[in-house]
């Protein structure tokens, strides 16, 4: 399982990353629901439902990229993501972030590339 912060942060370097690249093209679907799930966020109800809305091989294989990618972003604050980065991508009721560590977020993907490999 992985934490509500966890996914909160993966989505956030998600969304910017799918806005900002065409190759992402085939994810927007995700995106917008991943926007959805964050206006409405509440304890425990983060679900990126990529079972439901990973339907194509050429989504699969994107997703994947965009795992990849999310590290090489997340790689560049070497070991923190600063409170201020989070708390201006999100805008989150009932969040607040403080610094946060890139190997949660490297650990959170991880776990979502065994997830999805599991399907």
């Known amino acids: 399982m992985i934490n509500d912060i966890d996914l909160i942060v993966f989505i956030v370097f998600a969304l910017d990353i799918i806005s900002k690249l065409p190759e992402f093209e085939s994810l927007r679907p995700l995106a917008e629901e991943w926007q959805s799930v964050l206006h409405q966020y509440g304890p425990g109800l983060v679900d990126l439902k990529v079972d439901r809305l990973l339907v194509t091989p050429e989504q699969e294989r994107d997703f994947t990229t965009l795992l990849e990618t999310i590290l090489a972003e997340a790689a560049q604050y070497h070991d923190t993501i600063p409170a201020s980065f989070l708390n201006n991508q999100a805008s989150i009721p009932g969040v607040t972030f403080h610094d946060y560590k890139v190997s949660l977020l490297?650990?959170?993907?991880?776990?979502?590339e065994l997830l999805v490999a599991k399907r």
């Open 106 to 112: 490297r650990d959170a993907v991880k776990r979502l």
